[in-house]
C-alpha cells in the first residue's frame, strides 16, 4: 500500500525522474517469498511454500502468504520466529590478468597481485577460478558462488580453456601434431588437445589445468613459450577491448 501512495505522491508533484526510480527499485529489489526462502538455503522452493501456507513464515512481523514479494535487503523474513539471512548476491567478473602478478590476494613475497586491479570492496568478496602463472596474462575469472567454481574446476565437466601461445621457435606440423595427440610431461600423458595457427601464434585448447600444463606440453615437444595469454574459459572469450589490469561484470550465463 505504500508503495502505491509513494507512487501517486511522485506522480502529483509531477517528479517523473523519482517516480521512474522509485518504480524501478521497488519492482527488481523484490521476489517471491518462496524463492528468497530457497536461494537463502532454508528449504525447497516447495518446502517453502508448505512453510508459508502453513503459517509458520512472517514478514515484518505479518504472516506471509503464498505469492508475497519480499526486499531482501530491507524485509525481515522470519520461519518459525527465527530471522532468516539472504543470500549473498553472486558476483562474476572477468579480468584480463596482466603479467608480472601473481593470482592470490597476498603474496609473502610482497609481489602485485591480481586482485589488487579490483577495488577493495570487492577484493574481499571474491576468489579466482583457477590460476594463472606470473607471467601469463589473460582471461581469470573471479566470483563468490561456490557451485561455479567447483563445476569450473572439477575435471569431469571438460570445460574448454584456450591459450594463445608465442613461441620462440617456429612450430612444425609435427609439434603441433605431437601436441594435438597428447605428450607426455611429468603428471602423465595429456589429453588430445585442439590446435590452430593465427598470425604465427598457436592457439591451443585443452580442459585440463595441469600446473603450467602448457609450458610442459610445449616444453616436451621442444618449444619454448615466450608469451602466453588464456583467451577462453568454456564460452566466455576474452573482449579484444578489455586491456590487460581491466576487469569486467558478467553473468554465469556468460561462461557456463
Ligand atoms: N599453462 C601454463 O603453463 N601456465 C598458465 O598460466 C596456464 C596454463
Redesign the pocket.
Known amino acids: 500500500m505504500s508503495f502505491l501512495l509513494t507512487l501517486i505522491e511522485y506522480h502529483n508533484r509531477r517528479n517523473y525522474a523519482k517516480l521512474l526510480l522509485y518504480f524501478t527499485n521497488h519492482t527488481f529489489m523484490q521476489e517471491r517469498i518462496q524463492k528468497f526462502l530457497s536461494e537463502a538455503g532454508v528449504a525447497s522452493r516447495r518446502k517453502a511454500e508448505e512453510f508459508i501456507k502453513s503459517g509458520q513464515v512472517s514478514v515484518n512481523g505479518k504472516k506471509a502468504r503464498l505469492g508475497d514479494k519480499v526486499d531482501p535487503e530491507k524485509d525481515v523474513v522470519k520461519v518459525y520466529g527465527k530471522t532468516v539471512k539472504p543470500a549473498e548476491k553472486k558476483i562474476y567478473l572477468m579480468l584480463n590478468k596482466p603479467k608480472a602478478c601473481v593470482v592470490s590476494k597476498k603474496d609473502p613475497r610482497g609481489r602485485k597481485t591480481a586482485f589488487s586491479f579490483l577495488p577493495e570492496e570487492l577484493q574481499k568478496k571474491v576468489w579466482n577460478v583457477g590460476r ?2 606470473y607471467n ?1 596474462e589473460g582471461l581469470l575469472i573471479l566470483t563468490n558462488d561456490g557451485t561455479l567454481t567447483q563445476e569450473l574446476s572439477h575435471p569431469k565437466y571438460e570445460h574448454d580453456k584456450e ?1 594463445e601461445v608465442e613461441t620462440a621457435e617456429e612450430p612444425s606440423e609435427h609439434q603441433l601434431e605431437r601436441l594435438r595427440d597428447g605428450v607426455e610431461i611429468a603428471t602423465g600423458l595429456t589429453y588430445p588437445a585442439k590446435i590452430k595457427t593465427r598470425g604465427g601464434k598457436v592457439l591451443i585448447t585443452i580442459h585440463e589445468g595441469k600446473k ?5 606440453m610445449f616444453d616436451a615437444v621442444g618449444l619454448s613459450v615466450t608469451n ?1 595469454k ?1 583467451i577462453r574459459v568454456n564460452k566466455l572469450v576474452l573482449p579484444d577491448n578489455l586491456h590487460p589490469g581491466q576487469y569486467r561484470a558478467i553473468n554465469k550465463a556468460d561462461i557456463l
Open positions: 594463472l602463472d601469463t591459450y603450467r600444463q602448457i609450458k610442459r602466453l588464456r
